[in-house]
């Protein structure tokens, strides 16, 4: 496995509860990786994005709170876990010298607007980079790369391969990229959307389809904790992620890139990786992607 996940939660553009996340620290994991994380001490130029969330002394950023192994509210510690949520708390920690962050509840529809109007500074959460969005938002990264995958319910047999989901009804994300995979791969399946990972998953479970088609890492954390469900084949597709910011600000962009670069190099981004989607997929560290030009 290396390849993994994307998902759009459908939620409400508030502050979740608990938003603010501006305990330095708050467990050992994130510990542990903020003292190997850099902070930024070149200049900074007055007005831009780095100058204004610096002053503000805190990262706002648009994500999710329940996609698990990505970022996930710990009931016990009220901390933000996961991938994207340790990238954010970095990166904070990057920008301001402490993982000062506020997150606030983005989903696909709202992603772009959120960026457009200045009420996020980035959109970290699993956001797969298209010709169609890059339209729209500037993207740093990519920063991890997954791909579609399947999941069926336990016991489900004769499906192995995108092949197989010809003449299937196929469970996708609403406004995902297993979408346009599915019609790819198997343009005579049915393909039925719902609003969200937990969702979809239910539908699953009571029959509403014969598959699911999801970024892998999304299938990978719900098999874990689910054992009607299971994974078949590898993924079929390249879906990289990017760091989403506000469309034209190319000076923020690159800041965000050569950041993205230097925890590549020291090492920091596979110990993020180890403390997160690492516990459940086997195997060394993959390489972070290289950033795009």
Not at 27 to 34: E, F, P, R, W, Y
Not at 192 to 218: H, M, N, W
Not at 240 to 264: C, M, N, S, T
């Amino acid at each position: 496995m290396g390849r993994l996940f994307a998902v759009a939660l459908l939620l409400f553009v508030a502050a979740c509860s608990g938003g603010e996340n501006a305990v330095p620290g708050g467990g050992g994991k994130i510990d542990a990786l903020l003292a190997k994380a850099p902070v930024y001490t070149g200049q900074v130029t007055p007005g831009s994005a780095v100058d204004r969330i610096k002053k503000r002394g805190k990262l706002l950023i648009g994500g999710s709170q329940d996609a698990p192994l990505l970022s996930q509210l710990d009931p016990i510690s009220g901390e933000l876990t996961g991938f994207d949520a340790y990238l954010g708390k970095l990166l904070a920690h990057y920008l301001v010298g402490k993982p000062s962050t506020e997150l606030l509840s983005a989903t696909s529809e709202t992603r772009e607007p959120l960026l457009a109007n200045g009420t996020v500074d980035v959109i970290i959460q699993t956001y797969t980079i298209t010709p169609a969005r890059k339209e729209r938002v500037a993207f740093a990264g990519p920063y991890y790369q997954s791909g579609q995958s399947i999941a069926v319910r336990k016991g489900t047999s004769g499906i192995t391969k995108p092949a197989d989901l010809a003449g299937k009804t196929v469970i996708v994300g609403a406004n995902t990229p297993g979408v346009k995979a599915v019609k790819d791969a198997a343009p005579t399946a049915n393909i039925v959307e719902f609003g969200s990972d937990p969702e979809c998953l239910t539908a699953l479970k009571q029959g509403r389809g014969e598959a699911y088609v999801q970024d892998q890492a999304i299938l990978v954390a719900d098999a874990s904790k689910d054992s009607e469900l299971r994974l078949v084949g590898e993924p079929f597709t390249e879906d990289p992620y990017g760091i989403g910011i506000k469309h034209g600000d190319a000076e923020f962009q690159k800041f965000v890139d050569d950041w993205l670069r230097e925890i590549g190099k020291s090492g920091l981004w596979q110990d993020v990786w180890k403390q997160t989607i690492g516990t459940v997929v086997t195997g060394d560290a993959p390489s972070p992607p290289a950033i795009a030009s």
